[in-house]
């Protein structure tokens, strides 16, 4: 079974939308391009608005681009012209309120693929074939019952066995598990990427969740006002965001305004910050002079009760500390003499968290930051 | 798709603007009809001679606006009280109360007319007899102004009731809640936040109601002959029907129509913007709630005592006097002795040996259903074209159009298609014949178009998508996810219109001949006394019995066969061979409960679905 699925290669290339409004055309998405290998799991993150549900209807079909091609292997799905209707494409797609037929049992939503035009098969084969799908999703006891009598998470899975049971080359999900309660939600994100990748189909997958994206993909693409502004991996996501975007969108950062002073040796460079400098990476085409943000994850900001012999170490007032459970969340007030030229988010383990108010001492490590012009 | 929904369209334009067209240009070309006719000539000599008889105009206008305005609002009044004590007090027997309310709506309102009359009868009728029991002098004149408003909106009352009950329902009790909180007692809090919300719906409620009124010639023909008053109907009715050696006035009838077709407009622009803000405020508000109960302590007595009254009016003494009649052979007071000596049986029997009985009650049915169909037909496919359709000005037109049979009292359609028919007759020899009944009554499809397209809206887009990318053709999606969504609404407005058009005997009355004409028009044959050779009041007040029980047994057989269906549906899904594990049956367990309520149990949460 988990050989006969497998994937496509999906490639988007210069995808342009627009949608007619009252007042002549509205572009929406703006010269997207990604690729997706076989058998890879790549979500399209950012925030609501910014095209993702468009870019993906495009994918699947339900839209008719006005520009740029998608290929899904050798076959050309669109152009900006011609469009292969959505039921030729051999796609499946999960629907972000999963569009479960409720007229229909359990069973007849997940055999539907396979008794119509695009992938009909003979009745016993589709039906060996659904009962397969639904159990992938473990739905199979389920069958007979009608499709409404299932729960959110039910639905959920009924949704994914539906768009998994012709097999497809490429699997679609829009913001899957936006409408479930977040333990479920975790629990689902692990069920969906093992699934993904028993079944070695190819996933684009969108959100606008960073930590979803983060933990399920392979690869993912920020979008932004209709526009791909970083494509990496997760973890070079993270660390290495592009731009100022890319780095507050993807999890919590404290962005440092700085001035670049001096070079102090192989890649490495000295800013001027909080009143004082300090050492950090040096970013490519970066003069001496430029204005550049400092990024700092919280996790990375490390407190001291005393000061280390190391470079980098600010002394800092606390002024508030929340406690999250596994990890505690430290502001403090970044000191010059008895002036306060800044702040800073620090996180870590709860245990040896300063009080409110003490004086500490705060550690950039220069190997944590990354440094983006402007 | 596209081909299918302007085929739609036009089947919808032709029952709506033909009609209305033709009774214009009568207006302003005659003087008898416009076609046809080598005398007939461009003139406004019909609304020349209506200015000459203005006295008489404004008089009718007058007696008019008194007797729809009236009933409208009595009926109003009444349907709001009933609504609420059923919907949001905790008066005991709320369930049998809401059937008992109901029960008018299955009696033509020709039986209804008939059997007011026989009740208010100053010598035999029933009502006269009980208040005669009653200290103090009291005795109801028939044919007084007033008792006719009266019976007018004890006719007309149920249908307000319906439309009121789910409005009040869906009321967001916390918002009534929040302002008890906010130290506001019970009546302010009706008169400040309650009344205010209701507002538009109401108010769409009664121009709905009175649109209604203003086309029902029931009560106008049976009472307002004697009681010397010209209502609207019934001038439009005498007008076009010819006394001796005269030529019917059809221009004239025209002008008339036309006069109160402007006032209709007004009336539908009124219920346009009252629905279109009765809608911005129902979204507004949440959903998922339970209005709240008001308690009525020490005022329920009053209440059940207002309510039985109620029965007692529209469905005791009413159904009492017609089976009285058609069990006494002339008119004459109840009386045991008269029960003892006086009674017979023989009228049902007459009634169900009759052939022409028969014959017109098949007509009925065959008017009926196929008129439904057509409407149903037309108006869900253009509907969801409509609905599913990029909005643009045409389609925001054709919506309107579309939905502007409800601003059509029966009475204008009813003349409009007596005249359209006469029109194309040399052409099209329809008139007088049982397909003209079948078109005329289709004319009621904006009720099948506005259920249509708010059942399509609430198909959400994605379910038809969803088929898309699963591999099913736009046609294998229509087929298997949108029909069946569809299904439930159209059959429930299917049924809805067929027996109103069981009901109907205004329309009829313009178009029927004794070969076309369908039961309601039969009955009137025998209970009004002009009609010579037929005049048989015992059998008359059979009839309308039977055809109560007749109306009541369909409507109802329909439901109960729509919903074997869905339990057949239910049925057969549990039985797809193979499917996993089910907890097994013992073989002899009766199955129908359990499936039933399956069905039931689907249905609701179908519902539900579709709500969210
Ligand atoms: N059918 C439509 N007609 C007009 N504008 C649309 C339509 N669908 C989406 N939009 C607009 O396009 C933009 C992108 O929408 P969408 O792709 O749904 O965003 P996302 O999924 O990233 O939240 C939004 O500004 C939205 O308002
Ligand atoms: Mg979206």
Known sequence: MTAAHGGGRLVVDGLEKQYELDGGAVPVVKGVSFTIEPGTFTS??????????????????????????????????????????????????????????PHMTVFANAVFPLQVSGGKLPKKEARARAMEALELVQLDAYAHRPATALSGGQQQRLALARALAHRPRLLLLDEPLSNLDAKLRDTMRNELRSLQQRLGITALYVTHDQSEALSMSDRVAVMNQGRIVQEASPRELYYQPADRFVADFVGRVNMIPAVVRERSGAGEVLVEAFGTRLATPCPDGVALGDDVTVTYRPESVRWHETAPDRPNVLPARVVRVEFLGEIVEVEVEVLAGATVVGTLVARGAPLDSPASGSSIFVELDPNACRVLAG | MTVTTVIAGSVIFLLLAIPLAVQVITAFRGPFLPFGVSSAKWSVDNFVTLWELREDFWAVLGSTAVFVGGSTIISLLMAFGLAWVTVRTDAPFRRVISVLVIVPFIVPPIVKAQAYLLMLSPESGVLNQVLRLLPGDLVVDPYAFSTMVVIQSLTNVTFPYLMIVPILTSMDGSLEESARVSGASWPQTLRRVTLPMLWPGLLGVTVLTFILGLGSLEVPLLFGQESGKDIFALKLWTLISASAGELPQY??????GCVFLVITTIAFVIYLRATRDAERRASISGKGFRPTVMKLGGWKPPVLLAVFVFTLLTAILPLFALFWSAITPYPIAFSFEALATQTHFTAFGEVLGDPEFWASLGRTLVIAGGSATIACVAATVLAYGIARGRRTVWTKAVDLFASSSVAIPAVIAGFAMFLTFMVINPVIPLAGTIAALVIAYSYRVSIAYRSGYSAT?????????????????????????????????????????????????????????????????????????????????????????????????????????????AIGRARRRSAIPGLGARPAAAPNDPPAPATRAVAAQELEEQKEFADR
Not at chain 1, 80 to 86: A, F, I, Y
Not at chain 2, 251 to 256: C, E, F, M, Q, V
Not at chain 2, 538 to 559: E, H, N, R, W
């Open chain 1, 44 to 101: 399209l993150l950012g925030p609501s608005g910014c095209g993702k549900t468009t870019t993906l209807r495009c994918v699947a079909g339900l839209e008719t681009s006005n520009g740029g091609r998608i290929t899904l292997d050798d076959q050309v799905l669109s152009t900006g012209t011609e469009h292969l209707p959505p039921d030729k494409r051999d796609v499946g797609m999960v629907f972000q309120n999963y569009a479960i037929w």
């Open chain 2, 251 to 256: 221009g004239l009838a025209a002008a008339w």
């Open chain 2, 457 to 565: 809206l609430q198909i959400r887009k994605e379910l038809e998508e969803a088929a898309l990318v699963s591999g099913a053709s736009p046609l294998e999606g229509f087929r298997k996810v949108v029909v069946p969504l569809l299904m439930p609404t159209v059959f429930a407005v299917w049924i809805q219109m067929f027996i109103l058009g069981t009901n109907e005997f205004t329309l009829p009355a313009f178009l029927a001949t004794p070969e076309s004409r369908p039961l309601s028009v039969y009955m009137y044959a025998m209970i009004n006394p002009r009609s010579a050779q037929l005049y048989a009041p015992d059998a008359g007040a059979a009839m309308a019995l039977i055809f109560t029980l007749l109306v009541f047994l369909i409507g109802y057989g329909l439901q109960w066969a729509v919903s074997l269906v």
